[in-house]
């Protein structure tokens, strides 16, 4: 008789990734501590994954500069969880529509926050770009053109 084996159903990597995920998690609860304790209007998850990411800046400009890798059993969590991201909106769909009455009585608001908060977005991101096309091109040398 064969003995059970509770990872059977899923992919080898599985106990690497619950590390990575307790890892995400860890930083998301740091992230909600440093909300709650210092009063920011930022959600924690924000502020957990802003650490994470100067953690992990920091560890490979210390460890391996030539070679800036996220550690594979993050690097690998993170695809499957960034694989997944459409299930994690079904939360907030059920919550949309659970409130449908409330949208119907204040859709203008809605409306205004969500259309100028995606002109200020493309705003935003047409003039950093603008910015960075224009210095990156100036000192790339173009073919034919002599300077």
Same mark, same amino acid.
């Given at each position: 008789?064969?003995? $059970?084996? =509770? $990872? =059977?159903?899923?992919?080898?990597?599985?106990?690497?990734?619950?590390?990575?995920? $307790?890892?995400?998690? !860890?930083?998301?609860?740091?992230?909600?501590?440093?909300?709650?304790?210092?009063?920011?209007?930022?959600?924690?998850?924000?502020?957990?994954?802003l650490l994470l990411a100067?953690?992990?800046? #920091?560890?490979?400009?210390?460890?391996?500069?030539?070679?800036? *890798?996220a550690p594979p059993a993050?690097?690998?969590? =993170?695809?499957? !969880?960034?694989?997944?991201?459409?299930?994690? $909106?079904?939360?907030?769909?059920?919550g949309i529509i659970a *409130?449908?009455?409330?949208?119907?009585?204040? #859709?203008?608001?809605?409306?205004?926050?969500?259309?100028?908060? &995606?002109?200020?977005?493309? =705003?935003?991101?047409?003039?950093?770009?603008?910015?960075?096309?224009?210095?990156?091109?100036?000192?790339?040398?173009?073919?034919?053109? &002599?300077?």
């Open positions: 008789m064969e003995r $059970f084996n =509770a $990872f =059977a159903f899923f992919p080898p990597d599985t106990p690497v990734m619950i590390g990575a995920i $307790f890892i995400l998690m !860890l930083f998301e609860l740091f992230g909600e501590i440093l909300r709650s304790a210092l009063h920011i209007a930022v959600p924690g998850p924000v502020i957990g994954m100067a953690v992990l800046v #920091w560890r490979y400009r210390r460890e391996a500069p030539l070679n800036p *890798e993050l690097d690998k969590t =993170a695809g499957v !969880l960034l694989q997944h991201l459409g299930l994690l $909106f079904v939360p907030a769909g059920v *409130e449908a009455s409330l949208l119907r009585q204040e #859709w203008m608001p809605i409306l205004v926050g969500v259309v100028g908060s &995606t002109v200020l977005s493309l =705003a935003a991101t047409g003039l950093v770009m603008h910015h960075f096309v224009r210095n990156t091109t100036s000192t790339v040398p173009q073919e034919g053109v &002599t300077p």
